[in-house]
């Protein structure tokens, strides 16, 4: 009965995907009802609430195998996940949108806050680069976390400020 794992696998994955899209979607539905009921900016909102929501469970693997000395997945889980999101996630939203639709092309316009955020990216990235290349000779030391945390405090009150 093993060829039948495969195609039950597959099943029960994309059945556990529906589930957890239908929930997610539910919740930041009432995340925005909150946020407009206590009358919280979506900026605000987007920054702090959903990003932490959205973050929590690759926060908890990445330590999890941090812990375990998988150190080396886990910074490439950090950074392989948002690549994904914004390659796969934008690339496949943007073609339903334009298959939708039937255009060719969307007009986007990136608020200050998105192009804050890019930067601040860009410079952990390099941040990550100096701290493991440069100043560890491949090993990133504690003081990364504190610096990698006060970089993301500066974000937050410079997107909201932007």
Known sequence: DFYMVVPLTLFSFAIAATWLDSIADKLVQLLGLFGILLRIPATVMGLTVLAFGNSLQDLVANVSLSKKGLSTMATTACLAGPIFNLCVGLGF???????????????????NNIATGFYFTIANCALIVFAGRV????????????????????????????
């Open 93 to 111: 939203g943007f073609w339903a949108l334009m298959k939708s639709t039937g255009k060719e092309e969307i007009h986007v316009e990136l608020p």
């Open 135 to 162: 100043v560890g000779k491949g090993v990133i030391g504690r003081g990364y976390g504190y610096v990698a945390c006060g970089l993301y405090v500066v974000y937050v009150v410079t997107s909201l400020y932007v």
